[in-house]
């Protein structure tokens, strides 16, 4: 059946809303949109978990990160580290034979603090991508929203060369367009962008432009449709046909491999109307393949971004 296609999520805020309210609960507890019975409901078979830093917590440390790493191994799902863990999830997933995995990224490095050694620590505890900025500015490079529009600093460079050396992917949502551009010219890799959506369709700024859309499918990069519904519309009531537009138009950038989700589930506070949460995704499937053969469909699902990861996940130990 359509709706039982297996989902990839690339990107939610689960953990940062548990270090700040410990009472939450993944299994099936209220106050996260993301939970284990939610990610059994919507088929999701892989949730990438975004190490996010909020600001309450005064200056961000490395001390933060490895608290929400903490908080992520008492979840209890596998984690994907390796283009064999990627291999084996397109192998068996599209069977439903898997269980539920988890993927480790970095939103925003300012927890770093500036020391390459972290970045290798967070590399050997599982974490697998890395958001260079959030919206601001920090001692790597600016964010969208810094109005200078800076690129990387000279430590930010060093970051994208070690980066590079040992495998962790980078991810450019939040990153200054100047930052973008400088990466583009700047890595070995191919990068992602997690959750973000068409500027041309929503004119957002932490939206990518036509030419950074095109950037990524000519890097065979992959980009994540995100439901934060002002990212999908400028107002009023937001549907899923809204966010339908945002994917026809990468398509119609060349996209269609390079396509993927990151909802955002958890670092918002309002949704897509019949998309509130990854139970949901369902609906998705089913409005998705009412406009695309089914093969496409799961590209978008799972295959693409799955692909990705077995072609540039380094394997560990080598």
Known sequence: MANRIPVVDMHCDVLSKIQMNS?????????LDVTHQRLEEGNVILQTFAIYLSEKLGTLRFEHIMKQIEIYNQLGLKLVQSK????????SFDNLRGGQWGLLSLEGVDGLEGNLFYL???????VRFVGITWNHANWAADGILEARNGGFTNKGRTLIHRCNEIGMLMDVSHLSEAGFWELADASSQPFIASHSNARSICPH????????IRAIVALDGRMGMTFVPWFVKEKGTVKISDLLKHIERVCELGGE???MFGSDFDGIYEWIHGLEHPGQYPELVNSLVKHYPESVVRGFMYDNILSFMEENLKTIGR
């Open 257 to 259: 491999k390079h396509l």
């Open 205 to 212: 700024p932490r939206n990518l432009t036509n030419d950074q």
């Open 120 to 126: 290798e620590l967070c590399y050997l505890l599982g």
């Open 84 to 91: 064999e863990d990627a291999a084996y999830l397109r192998k």
């Open 23 to 31: 009472e939450l609960q993944f299994l099936n507890g209220p106050g």
